[in-house]
């Protein structure tokens, strides 16, 4: 289907991601999960593998709200780099301005 994430996926070159940051932060999931696993195959508590799954669930998610604010930020700059700029008062052209004199409009039609 047209629009979708497979779709996107699939026209993607080889080695380029659509969505970065989607990646880091699949990976930063993946890590939350096996983190909490390996430290209870090494003998900690269950308590403390636990509070350390808190923790980084805790920075995964500031991070990706982080990341996310920062392309908002990148496009909006992008975008404000592409408009060209409108003058002083945000006017263009010489006839968009509001009650200005014509030639010829004050003289009487003879």
């Given at each position: 289907m ?18 970065p940051v989607?990646?880091v932060?699949?990976w ?11 430290l ?9 593998a636990?509070?350390?799954a ?11 709200a982080?990341?996310r ?14 408009v ?5 008062r945000g006017?263009t052209?010489?006839?968009?301005h ?5 030639p010829?409009a ?5």
């Amino acid at each position: 289907m047209p629009g979708t994430r497979e779709s996107v996926r699939a026209d993607a070159t080889e080695g380029e991601s659509p969505d970065p940051v989607s990646d880091v932060v699949r990976w930063a999931a993946f890590s939350c999960v096996l983190v909490p696993i390996v430290l209870l195959m090494c003998g900690q508590s269950f308590g403390g593998a636990a509070g350390t799954a808190a923790g980084l669930v805790a920075v995964t998610c500031a991070c990706h709200a982080l990341l996310r604010q920062s392309e908002r930020s990148a496009a909006r700059v992008a975008a404000e780099q592409t408009v060209p700029h409108r003058g002083r008062r945000g006017r263009t052209g010489t006839g968009s301005h509001r009650g200005a004199r014509h030639p010829g409009a004050a003289h009487p039609v003879d």
